[in-house]
Every structure is written in structure tokens, then in C-alpha cells.
């Protein structure tokens, strides 16, 4: 359990205070009491007792007044629970404005879209990769959309391209590292569960925007192997048109030295300098077919703003839900200030009222 404003528990602290003097004055009561006599009736305890109950319900208040959240728990919906995984291509060539404004803009407005469209149930998870030449995992497994937007909205092309790895696409880089990151996931869930009830194991999809245009040319079987392996679908959305669009982008060349041919030996220095490159890229579907066959998922070509992508992603999401209530495993914290607060608050109440 955590608290979003632990200031508040300062109170408990004043409170242990107040504990120790009211334990003192009845120890000293204990001992100055005056000798009991044959018939006499001396209570220990009498509506002061009052002030314990109230005691208690201002610690309550404090508690609550703190925030407490829940974590790590177990959570049951209809049809069970789905991780969801967006991998997003943001190489140079989803600069490409043949989708207005850009590939990557286009696609990032989809996500969006998606992500509040309700599809998304209690106890689905989600997360996010970006991949160029090499693969990034950009935020763990989380059921917070609001988290998940904010990432996807923090993608964008640098005005100037300083890395070789920004300049090309290597789709098996991403193929691979999934299938990695969720066996670190898994482990890290298992190794942090607080209670012993185990649910149904959750089915995992990706949704892969990426144009195809794969400058690297690996072979895709390993990656797709993993994949398989792990049960994991993937549903590639090829973001661009066929005719495709020409780009300039500003690259950095570093300084570097040169050498004389004949000895071998540093000559002279030469500054690092920008340079415009010009590149056409289109929509390339081949790998993006395969890797849909290879895995069970599908393949859906987003070449207009007017194409039915959010109904091809939710049909992915239904087609891959358990049929029956599922429980499962859930990271999303829970405000339990109520739980804290409303029942004991009821029952000291109660007594006080009999007190009185």
C-alpha cells in the first residue's frame, strides 16, 4: 500500500503523543485510586472512554486523508483480460507526408483514437515499443491509458539526424526484442506476486505500424520463431501508399580524421558538416504478410484517413479474448481511502453513541 499524500500521517506521530499522556494518567489512576470497601463499586472506566473511539476515528481520518492506494491485485472481467503491445516504426521514412500530415502522425492519431474508444476492458494491459534500426521498450505493462497516450505522443523525428540508427529499419530487431521483454515481464510479475491466487495465462497481441520499408534486410525467422514460441500474434498495420513519397531529411556526417594512403599516417582533420539526403519510400507489404501468417494475426494496409482501422483492431482485440469471467493479475493501483474509512468509522459511531 502506498499514500499520494503522506504529509497527512504527520497526525499519527501527534497521535502517539496523545497515546502516551492518556496511558500515563491511567496508570496514575491505577495506582492513586482510593481503597475499594465492602459494598462500593468503583469503575475503571467510565464515559471517558468516550475519547478512545473518537481516538481511533481521527487516526482513520488521517489515514484516509492520505491517499492510500491498493496494489498488485486480482481483478475479474468478462471475457478475460489481454495485453495489448504497440510497436511503432518511427525510421526517417515515416516522415513521408503521402498520409497527411505524416505516417507517423497518422498513425499516432489512430492509437489515440483507439486507446478511448472503450475497447480496452478493466485488467488489460498495454505497452509500447518504437523501433528504427534497433528496438526500444518505452514503458512497462501498465493499465493506465492516460500514461500510455503520453508516451505515444513523446514519438517524433529529430530535426536533424545524428545516428545511423535513425536512418534505416530493421523489422527483426523489434520481432526479437518482444518476445525478450516479456519473458522479463512475466518473470518480474512472478517473482513480485503478493497473494497465491494464479489466473488464466493472458493472451498477448501486437499491433506493428510500420510502412515495411526494411533498409536492413535480416531475416525475420528467428524473431518470428519467438513469437510463436510465446503465442504471441501480430497484427502489422502498413502505414504509407504504394506510390509512396520522396523525403529530404538533414543528416550530421562527425568530424573525422583522414590518413595518407602510402604511410598509413593521420594527414589532417575534417570537421563534422550537415547534408541533405534525398530518399523514396513507399509501402513494402511482403515481410509485413509474412510475419502475419507466421504468427496467426492479420494484416491490415493503412493507406487512407477513411480506411477502418479501429474496427480492424478492436475485432483483433474481441477475437483474442477468453470466452468466459477471467481472473488475472492487475498493477493498477486502487484509491481505498473508502475501505479505510467508511465501515470502522460506522461501527466507532455505534459505539460512541452507546458510550454516551
Known amino acids: 500500500m502506498t499514500f499520494l499524500t503522506p504529509d497527512y500521517l504527520i497526525f499519527w506521530m501527534l497521535a502517539a503523543a496523545v497515546l502516551l499522556f492518556l496511558s500515563v494518567a491511567l496508570l496514575f489512576k491505577i495506582f492513586f485510586r482510593p481503597p ?5 463499586h468503583y469503575k475503571l472506566f467510565g ?46 521514412s515515416t516522415r513521408a507526408n503521402d498520409l497527411k500530415p505524416s505516417r507517423l502522425e497518422l498513425a499516432k492519431k489512430e492509437i489515440f483514437m483507439f486507446l478511448n474508444s472503450g475497447v480496452l476492458q478493466k485488467g488489460d494491459r498495454f505497452t509500447l515499443f518504437t523501433f528504427a534500426k534497433n528496438s526500444n521498450w518505452k514503458m512497462p505493462f501498465s493499465e493506465d491509458i492516460d500514461e500510455l497516450s503520453s508516451k505515444v505522443a513523446e514519438i517524433d523525428h529529430p530535426d536533424l539526424y545524428i545516428d545511423e540508427s535513425q536512418l534505416s529499419t530493421d523489422l527483426n530487431a523489434v520481432l526479437e526484442h518482444i518476445p525478450t521483454a516479456m519473458d522479463k515481464a512475466d518473470n518480474f510479475y512472478r517473482s513480485n506476486r503478493k497473494l497465491g491466487l494464479q489466473g488464466p495465462s ?120 477468453a470466452t468466459s469471467m477471467g481472473l488475472s493479475y492487475s498493477t493498477k493501483s486502487k484509491n481505498i481511502w473508502w475501505e479505510i474509512l467508511a465501515i470502522p468509522t460506522l461501527v466507532l459511531l455505534f459505539l460512541v453513541v452507546l458510550l454516551i
Not at 36 to 40: A, D, G, P, T, V
Open 36 to 40: 475499594r470497601s465492602k459494598h462500593s
Open 202 to 321: 493472458r493472451r498477448r497481441i501486437v499491433f506493428l505500424f510500420t510502412d515495411g520499408d526494411d533498409q536492413v534486410n535480416n531475416n525475420l525467422d528467428k524473431g518470428l520463431t519467438k513469437l510463436r514460441e510465446r503465442e504471441i500474434k501480430v497484427y502489422p498495420v502498413g502505414v504509407g501508399t504504394k506510390s509512396g513519397r520522396t523525403i529530404r531529411v538533414k543528416v550530421f556526417n562527425p568530424p573525422n580524421y583522414y590518413y595518407d594512403d602510402e604511410s598509413g599516417s593521420q594527414s589532417g582533420f575534417l570537421p563534422g558538416f550537415e547534408e541533405e539526403i534525398t530518399v523514396r519510400t513507399v509501402l513494402q507489404t511482403k515481410n509485413l504478410t509474412k510475419i502475419a501468417g507466421f504468427t496467426g494475426g492479420s494484416m491490415f494496409i493503412f493507406d487512407s484517413e477513411q480506411s477502418y482501422l479501429r474496427n480492424f483492431m478492436e475485432n483483433a482485440i474481441n477475437a483474442n479474448r
Open 47 to 92: 464515559k471517558d472512554l468516550v475519547w478512545l473511539p473518537c481516538f481511533v476515528l481521527c487516526l482513520l481520518i488521517a489515514a484516509a486523508l492520505a491517499g492510500p492506494e491498493g496494489k498488485f491485485s486480482y481483478v475479474v472481467a468478462a471475457g478475460g483480460q489481454i495485453d495489448v503491445i504497440f510497436a511503432v516504426d518511427n525510421s526517417f
